[in-house]
């Protein structure tokens, strides 16, 4: 057998084994992650209705069709018969509530490698099951409806599982099409690189293997003096891998920060919402409290997941509308809604000269708003934000300043940076999610701007905003 060949089978074996295993773990984590979200849906939503049924009688989520929810439910008496349905409930066999309780959670067969598991822990009076009807399988939940140790009935909570089982067996069909054609890929291309028959070529290819079997970004592929091209591959190479690297560490942070981020609102309205189902007669100046938080840590948890997806698309490299913007009406509209924010500040806007600029004008109201936000968050009552516009030769500069706490010296060039945790007084215990000044970056290098930072602890920052100015307002037709 020739070098060649043995090279492309080498090749070929390696990368199916690797695509295929791959391929699999990553197949089982999405399609066990994708009905544990399904049981989770389908427990907030029984307990939703179960909470409602408790405190009155009954609950509007019962009115909906099964279009709108994807969830139906049926209602049975204590001795199981049944009493109530939601609109629309497709024609399924009815069920013993209790004897269904009194069996094991049915796991779905044949799909994901590590099994079906239910979401957590299952309330106590709660079971999951599975059914069969209109040709399709259906996720059942079944809890028990107490009040005061007193038995009130079952609620029966389905939801359709043929879309879901449909897109797994679509997604396994295709992984097995790509770990094909991903085969014969390597395989050609292999063929392709042996029958050059340069040893250098060879050497640097072995070099990558061992970096790619590692995956220790930090390596580096030994050069060839000489400064031929074999020897600026070489070069390139190495500068691929430190940006690779770079890039990696980033990623790593920025996961791991968002991740902590993440986990606190999830923590505290998962908390809340426990509370409440535990205790169904707490005092209603409590259950406001409880409630209130709750939301709170909800606006909160929205508010981070935007401005991840705003960075995202920043990432991805998605273009900005590109339009004639006057940013002096821009100002003043961040300035209405910033006053909202204020808490004893005093927000001033004297010098708002006009401005027209090219970009988008949401984002750009966007930036105004995350500027003075952040002034206002970091000035003590009784200080002030000061927001000025002017027309410089052919930049607009957008300043905003404020009489607050300041940013140190060492923290001054980090403060664009995602989830950058700077001194303790600016941490995130002021409602931020880490990401506001980063988004604010992301926005004037789209518009071919410049931002800068200028702070004294104690006595204030200045952010300044550069961005290239339009020559004149667009002619109204």
């Known amino acids: 057998m020739s070098i060649r060949l043995r090279l492309a089978l080498w090749y070929g074996t390696t990368t199916a084994l690797i695509v295929t295993l791959v391929a699999l773990l990553g197949w089982g984590a999405y399609v066990q992650g994708?009905?544990?979200?399904?049981?989770?849906?389908?427990?907030?939503?029984?307990?939703?209705?179960?909470?409602?049924?408790?405190?009155?009688?009954?609950?509007?989520?019962?009115?909906?069709?099964?279009?709108?929810?994807?969830?139906?439910f049926r209602l049975y008496g204590p001795g199981g018969k049944l009493k109530r349905t939601s609109r629309r409930v497709p024609e399924l066999p009815l069920i013993d509530p209790a004897r269904f309780l009194e069996q094991a959670p049915a796991r779905p067969r044949g799909w994901g490698l590590l099994g079906w598991t239910p979401p957590g822990v299952t309330p106590a009076g709660a079971a999951f099951g599975l059914s069969r009807g209109e040709g399709t399988?259906?996720?059942?939940?079944?809890?028990?409806?107490?009040?005061?140790?007193?038995?009130?009935?079952?609620?029966?909570?389905?939801?359709?599982?043929?879309?879901?089982?449909?897109?797994?067996?679509?997604?396994?069909?295709?992984?097995?099409?790509?770990?094909?054609?991903?085969?014969?890929?390597?395989?050609?291309?292999?063929?392709?690189?042996?029958?050059?028959?340069l040893r250098p070529i060879d050497q640097l290819n072995r070099a990558a293997q061992q970096i790619a079997r590692s995956r220790d970004l930090s390596r580096r592929v030994e050069?060839?003096?000489?400064?031929?091209?074999?020897?600026?591959?070489?070069?390139?190479?190495?500068?691929m891998l430190s940006s690779l690297q770079e890039a990696d560490n980033a990623q790593k942070r920025f996961v791991a920060d968002a991740s902590h981020e993440l986990r606190a609102p999830l923590a505290t309205i998962q908390g809340n919402l426990e509370l409440l189902r535990r205790y169904p007669q707490m005092p209603a100046a409590e259950r406001e409290k409880t409630l209130r938080m709750a939301e709170r840590e909800a606006v909160r948890l929205s508010r981070?997941?935007?401005?991840?997806?705003?960075?995202?698309?920043?990432?991805?490299?998605?273009?900005?509308?590109?339009?004639?913007?006057?940013?002096?009406?821009?100002?003043?509209?961040?300035?209405?809604?910033?006053?909202?924010?204020?808490?004893?500040?005093?927000?001033?806007?004297?010098?708002?000269e006009e401005a027209w600029v090219l970009g988008d004008r949401d984002h750009l109201k966007q930036l105004v708003l995350i500027l003075l936000d952040n002034?206002?968050?970091?000035?003590?009552?009784?200080?002030?934000?000061?927001?000025s516009l002017h027309a410089e030769g052919e930049e607009a500069?957008?300043?905003?300043?404020?009489?607050?706490?300041?940013?140190?010296?060492?923290?001054?060039?980090?403060?664009?940076?995602?989830?950058?945790?700077a001194d303790p007084a600016r941490s995130r215990n002021k409602?931020?999610?880490?990401?506001g000044l980063a988004i604010a970056h992301w926005i004037?290098?789209?518009?071919?701007?410049?931002?800068?930072?200028?702070?004294?602890?104690?006595?204030?920052?200045?952010?300044?905003?550069?961005?290239?100015?339009?020559?004149?307002?667009?002619?109204?037709?």
């Open 34 to 72: 994708q009905y544990r979200l399904l049981d989770q849906v389908l427990l907030l939503s029984a307990n939703h209705v179960a909470a409602g049924w408790r405190v009155s009688g009954t609950s509007y989520v019962l009115e909906a069709d099964l279009s709108e929810l994807e969830v139906a």
């Open 137 to 197: 399988r259906w996720r059942t939940l079944v809890q028990r409806l107490e009040r005061d140790g007193e038995v009130l009935g079952y609620l029966e909570a389905l939801t359709p599982l043929g879309g879901l089982d449909r897109s797994v067996r679509s997604l396994g069909l295709l992984l097995v099409g790509l770990i094909v054609l991903s085969v014969l890929g390597v395989l050609g291309l292999s063929l392709a690189l042996a029958a050059i028959g």
């Open 223 to 239: 050069g060839r003096p000489g400064g031929d091209e074999l020897s600026r591959l070489a070069e390139t190479f190495n500068q």
């Open 304 to 352: 981070l997941v935007n401005d991840l997806l705003t960075l995202a698309r920043g990432d991805a490299g998605l273009p900005l509308r590109q339009a004639p913007v006057g940013l002096r009406a821009v100002a003043q509209e961040a300035l209405t809604e910033a006053r909202y924010l204020l808490r004893g500040q005093r927000l001033e806007a004297p010098e708002l």
């Open 375 to 387: 002034a206002i968050q970091y000035t003590p009552e009784g200080g002030e934000v000061r927001l």
């Open 397 to 421: 500069r957008l300043t905003v300043s404020d009489t607050g706490i300041g940013i140190p010296p060492e923290d001054l060039p980090h403060v664009f940076e995602r989830f950058y945790r």
């Open 431 to 435: 409602g931020g999610s880490g990401l």
């Open 444 to 477: 004037v290098e789209r518009h071919g701007g410049a931002v800068t930072v200028e702070s004294q602890v104690g006595r204030g920052t200045t952010v300044a905003v550069r961005l290239p100015l339009r020559a004149h307002a667009p002619i109204a037709r």
